[in-house]
């Protein structure tokens, strides 16, 4: 028998507190093949980091400054040229067997360079992990109207609400927990780390594509994600951000001096949200997560 080929596991990490023991320990359960663990610490304060490195497959890295998370996993994964790599918030739980079911679809997927598992909440509720990549025209209509409308059809169509979840390909898949070959992740130049927080796996998604490479949902592996433990840290500025990415990912979509006026309405509207969003805190949350119960109803209705 060969030996299976190697698995690095990134885990960006900002004082992630209690979290990341159960990250861990969980991981464990996740999959039987042998792995290392690097946590790429953009500046924790809790000393969580610290004592996980106290594990034998922990390798604790300081990046020497908040380099976002792109720009963490990015430096975690430096000379990770084989095997497979899973990136991943610390905040995550995964469930017994959830590594092995997402590594066994990657042979139904030989041109697959990402694989993302289903994600819920502590509440069970389903968050829309895989969907299509962002265009002008959908993107408006989701950020308009997603948070008072959910149902909307720009939000359902870019959040592929329709049904049960099936195998498959998606447009691009959530950051917080994804498979890739080491070759796909490294191919394409890694995480933009002009993206400090969001929008990197969207960027990502569309550059796997672009070089060939599939981004599959695989929803019979399911993580549990806790979520927004380290933004709500700093939860204005965060907000901020996501519309600073979203601007930065939908702009470049319009290049030239000729879509000037496009990218200037872009961010005049991206910015009213993020103003709005400091006031009225329902919408910078976005469109809701809906639970399986109400997918299927939606679809015989």
């Not at 093949?33 to 980091?49: E, I, K, Q």
């Not at 329709?162 to 394409?188: D, I, K, M, N, Y």
């Amino acid at each position: 028998m060969t030996a299976p080929d190697p698995l690095t596991v990134s885990v960006v990490t900002y004082s992630p507190g209690e979290h990341l023991d159960t990250f861990l320990d969980s991981l464990r359960l996740a999959t039987t093949r042998p792995y290392r663990v690097v946590l790429a610490d953009n500046g924790s304060t809790d000393g969580a980091p610290e004592r996980s490195a106290s594990r034998p497959e922990v390798t604790l890295l300081r990046t020497g400054s908040n380099l976002g998370y792109g720009g963490a996993h990015n430096a975690a994964l430096v000379g990770v040229t084989d095997g497979w790599v899973v990136l991943a918030n610390p905040d995550v739980r995964w469930e017994p067997g959830s590594l092995d079911t997402l590594l066994a679809a990657t042979a139904r997927w030989p041109r697959g360079g990402a694989f993302g598992p289903a994600i819920v909440d502590v509440d069970g509720a389903l968050y829309p992990s895989a969907r299509e990549l962002p265009t002008l025209g959908r993107g408006i209509g989701h950020v308009l109207c997603g948070w008072w409308w959910p149902s909307n059809p720009w939000t359902a169509s870019y959040r592929r609400e329709r049904g049960e979840p099936v195998e498959g390909p998606a447009g691009w898949l959530s950051g917080s927990c994804l498979l890739l070959p080491a070759e796909a992740f490294h191919r394409v130049g890694g995480f933009d780390d002009s993206y400090f927080m969001y929008f990197e796996d969207v960027d990502l998604g569309a550059r796997l594509d672009r070089a060939g490479w599939l981004s599959v949902h695989v929803p019979s592996a399911v993580v549990v994600h806790t979520g927004g433990h380290a933004t709500a840290q700093a939860a204005d500025r965060m907000r901020d951000e996501h519309h600073r990415s979203a601007y930065r990912y939908l702009s470049r979509l319009y290049p030239g001096r000729s879509r000037a006026p496009l990218r200037w309405t872009l961010a005049a509207g991206l910015w009213t949200r993020a103003a709005l969003s400091r006031v009225i805190g329902r919408v910078g949350q976005g469109a809701a997560p809906q639970r399986h119960s109400e997918l299927l109803d939606s679809e015989t209705r």
